[in-house]
């Protein structure tokens, strides 16, 4: 019960830092519970079991008020000021904190003035200019909330990639537990690596059918149900489709239902040029004989072409590339390139992430905690970014392997283009992440210059989460990109894809093109939590999209070239 217990603590932390933001609280006493909350996120034990041996005390982020709380949960399975909080506002009234563009002030405003506690509400609200006499409400703020109800429902129609990953992977290991299943995969959009899935696609390979069927549907809301298919719904929104196929036409179902539909119809093209007929059951010829189907190896094979990996899949255009990339792999990498420790406002100290970092076979690991203007996330001020380089140098000075922590800092582009940390700040560090945390809505020609600006300066390595998006929540700055890759390919600065589910940004097409402007491309996690080094593999697959190679990628470096690259490009 150990995941239940605290996903369940999860969800009433991150939902009593949303109340206690609601009701004007402190940010700092919000921000612990959301910490707090992203720690319980990363445990592989019971919260009940570490607070009942007493080890919960121990943990970052977790003082007396928090393990009290903790203590509840225990006992009661509730926390009082949570049931407090709830009883103070509409059940609905979280939904307005998911609104994007929509901040905990306004929310309260819209509650205490109009009484809006749901999104409809809001909508209703908004539309018949029922907000226009309150302060802060002018013509473009409920035109940027319009979108942003607008993002909102797309995200509840289109999961996150990460999202749909963790529930494909409990699906799939449940389904291969049993007996009748021989073989089960995930296809669709998820198996090609989009940002966002529409719904899930499982195939499984079974001698009784009805017995996985009937197991199936036991998982959700059944919408639609066949002999060898079974459609439900998970959580009442997101479609689900299992379909059982015969072992002999497996590939053939693999390659139909993983997709795209461009992809297929020019394949399906291409195989009757060849007087050939593809479907989900096989290749057959004019004869109806069946050529291949129990691979999708030996159907590319038999239409004259590579196996195309499913995250290149998308246009059909890849069937007559000269070349596929090689596609990377994950053991490629040697370390993790945007990580943030206890000292700013992550839930683990430099010990706990360097042992994670050796765990998983990197090399090197980068600590880039947020800069001195990052207040609220507990930003770094320059005698600590100092004291903490001195501990990360007395830990490199501990490790026997070759491993290495890299001093840096994820260090705030001003408005002004400047950079939060002098010079001769960032000279000291090994590694230096610049990012855009304010000041979204600028002019895309004042943002362009502004981060032309701040990726000029010497010793900046990466330029981070570049376009400040978050999928389903913010479309992100405008800016002239083409300037902005001509300038980090000049300096020698790399353009991030941010491996969160979150951001995954750059997208995989503006990660291509900033590849073939003359960019590296840098792989980070921006974890916060051990259990987020889980974000690298969807970078990956991001990375796979844009057809990038590890001869694109910062992290396929070793720290040493790392070291000699920056040095080269300084002295330029």
């Not at 009433?12 to 707090?36: M, R, S, T």
């Not at 981070?464 to 990109?481: C, F, L, S, V």
């Not at 980090?488 to 990660?511: F, M, Q, T, W, Y």
């Amino acid at each position: 019960m150990a995941f239940e217990d605290n996903q369940q603590l999860t969800r009433i932390f991150e939902e009593i830092a949303d109340f206690l933001e609601l009701q004007g609280e402190n940010i700092f006493k919000v921000k612990a519970y959301q910490k707090a909350a992203r720690g319980l996120e990363g445990l592989e034990r019971s919260v009940c079991e570490l607070y009942s041996s007493g080890q919960l005390a121990s943990m970052p982020g977790f003082g007396k008020a928090l393990v009290e709380k903790v203590g509840q949960f225990v006992d009661t399975g509730q926390v009082e000021l949570h049931q407090q909080l709830k009883a103070s506002f509409p059940s609905e009234i979280l939904q307005l904190m998911d609104v994007p563009g929509l901040g905990a002030k306004k929310a309260a405003l819209l509650h205490r003035e109009l009484g809006i506690g749901s999104v409809d509400d809001l909508e209703k609200a908004l539309k018949e200019g029922l907000v226009t006499d309150l302060k802060g409400f002018g013509k473009k703020t409920v035109d940027k909330l319009l979108e942003g109800i607008g993002l909102l429902r797309q995200g509840e129609q289109r999961w996150l990639l990460g999202r749909v990953s963790q529930l494909a992977e409990d699906l799939l290991s449940r389904l291969r537990a049993l007996p009748e299943v021989e073989r089960a995969e995930a296809a669709g959009s998820l198996r090609r690596g989009k940002e966002t899935v529409g719904d899930l696609d499982l195939l499984v390979i079974s001698s009784r059918p009805e017995v996985v069927m009937e197991f199936f549907a036991s998982l959700g809301e059944v919408i639609g149900r066949g002999p060898t298919k079974c459609s439900i719904r998970w959580e009442g929104k997101f479609q689900i489709d299992l379909r059982c196929v015969p072992g002999e036409s497996f590939g053939a179902a693999m390659q139909y239902f993983t997709g795209s539909m461009d992809h297929n119809v020019a394949l399906r093209g291409r195989a009757k040029r060849l007087s050939c007929e593809l479907n989900e059951y096989g290749l057959f010829d004019a004869l109806g004989n069946n050529l291949a189907s129990r691979s999708e190896e030996e159907i590319y094979e038999r239409l004259g072409l590579p196996w195309i990996p499913p995250e290149l899949r998308e246009t059909g255009a890849e069937l007559e590339w000269e070349r596929l990339p090689e596609r990377l792999q994950l053991e490629q990498l040697n370390g993790n390139l945007h990580t943030h420790s206890l000292w700013s406002d992550g839930t683990d100290t430099l010990e706990q992430l360097a042992e994670e970092a050796q765990r998983r076979g990197y090399r090197y690991l980068a600590i880039t905690d947020h800069s001195r203007s990052m207040v609220v996330a507990n930003g770094l001020s320059i005698e600590r970014l100092m004291a903490q380089g001195q501990q990360i140098e007395r830990l490199n000075a501990s490790f026997s392997n070759g491993f290495r922590l890299l001093w840096g800092s994820e260090v705030d582009i001003l408005g002004d283009g400047s950079l939060d940390f002098p010079e001769e700040v960032l000279a000291r560090l090994d590694f230096v992440v610049v990012a855009v945390h304010s000041q979204f809505s600028m002019t895309p020609e004042a943002m362009t210059e502004r981060i032309c600006r701040g990726i000029s300066h010497p010793y900046v390595d990466v330029l981070a989460h570049p376009t400040g998006r978050k999928i389903n929540r913010r479309t992100g700055y405008q800016a002239d990109w083409e300037r902005v890759y001509a300038v980090a390919s000049e300096h020698g600065v790399a353009l991030e894809i941010n491996c969160s589910p979150r951001r995954l940004d750059l997208n995989d097409k503006a990660a291509r093109r900033a590849r073939d402007c003359g960019c590296m491309i840098s792989l980070g996690t921006d974890a916060h939590s051990l259990a987020e080094f889980d974000y690298l593999p969807l970078g990956v697959l991001q990375a796979r999209r844009a057809g990038i190679e590890v001869g694109s990628l910062l992290n396929g470096l070793s720290w040493e070239q790392l070291r000699k690259r920056r040095a080269r490009l300084v002295d330029v």
